[in-house]
């Protein structure tokens, strides 16, 4: 029997669907082994993607509260709380992102000073070179900067 390629072009679910029965039932001459590969990849590499994600918004966040004391919101807070319990669930669903972390706020730091100058309308130059917040502090549920913090 080949691999139902086609299925995977015309309808996803359906195609997933036959891999796992083929896998269930040990006919793995049967897989679409090499869409296979490129979907799991792909999956590896939304989950890395989403952490990075979240880690832009929430430094975003952190440092708008940090910097822009006259126009500090709630929504900021519940952003910032939102994104910590969501990257503590992907970290718990996905152990294996925890080494990566500290390159990903490393990465994401860029970004997330970009899009808080943005939009805040402050110069970039407002916002550090590097992140101004540890790995920790970024992920600690209780840690919240000072205004004007340096």
């Not at 709630?74 to 669903?93: A, C, F, G, N, P």
């Not at 972390?101 to 130059?125: C, H, I, K, N, V």
Request: aromatic fraction near 6%.
């Amino acid at each position: 029997m080949m691999p139902a390629t086609h299925h995977h072009e015309s309808d996803y679910l359906q195609w997933l669907q036959t891999q796992v029965n083929h896998l269930r039932a040990g006919r793995l001459d049967c897989l679409d082994r090499e869409q296979l590969v490129e979907e799991l990849e792909g999956m590896s590499r939304s989950e890395r993607r989403q952490l990075r994600n979240r880690l832009v918004v929430l430094m975003m966040h952190l440092l708008k509260l940090r910097h822009q004391l006259d126009k500090q919101s709630r929504s900021w807070t519940v952003t910032i709380i939102t994104q910590r319990t969501d990257i503590k669930l992907l970290l718990r669903e996905s152990p294996s992102l925890k080494p990566s972390l500290p390159e990903a706020l490393a990465a994401s730091y860029p970004r997330a000073r970009q899009e808080a100058a943005d939009e805040t309308g402050l110069p970039l130059s407002t916002f550090p070179d590097q992140p101004p917040f540890t790995l920790e502090q970024v992920l600690d549920e209780d840690y919240w900067p000072e205004p004007g913090e340096r």
